[in-house]
């Protein structure tokens, strides 16, 4: 993508408008999101916004968050799915691994930890997938 970073503001926003866009050329009902590290706050705030954006007939499927940026963006407010999947590597470098764990027990979410894993999951890709 281009453009300038928006501290997740336009972002969020990006992430309507493709929505939104996909929704006029499918018949799909069911939104899936996923994000990794920044992108997984954007996935995250996008799953609380989705049903004020009121695209229909699209409804919120599933939500998995890998890595997500905890420490560096307002996540703990965010009202999100039970089922919401967040992957974690536990020997991760840019985000601490503790407060991406504990975050996901305070939200009351699953979790999955790869042990060995670093926040790129280098790899460790086909494990992450399997978590899926």
């Known amino acids: ?23 006029r050329q499918t018949r799909a009902t069911e939104l899936i999101l996923a994000g990794f590290s920044f992108g997984a706050y954007i996935a995250a705030a996008g799953a609380d916004r989705v049903a004020d954006w009121q695209i229909a007939p699209l409804h919120l499927g599933r939500l998995v968050l890998v890595a997500p940026a905890v420490e560096n963006y307002p996540m703990s407010n965010l009202m999100l799915p ?6 974690v590597g536990d ?11 504990a975050w996901a027990k305070d939200q009351e979410l699953r979790l999955a ?3 060995g894993a670093t926040h790129f999951f280098h790899g460790r890709l086909s494990e992450l997938s399997a978590q899926l």
Do not use: F, K, N, Y
């Open 82 to 87: 039970d089922d919401t999947l967040v992957i």
């Open 1 to 23: 993508s281009t453009g300038q970073h928006d501290d997740g503001i336009g972002e969020i926003e990006d992430l309507r408008a493709v929505v939104e866009w996909a929704s």
């Open 91 to 101: 020997q991760d470098e840019v985000v601490d691994p503790q407060a991406m764990m």
């Open 113 to 115: 930890v790869l042990s």
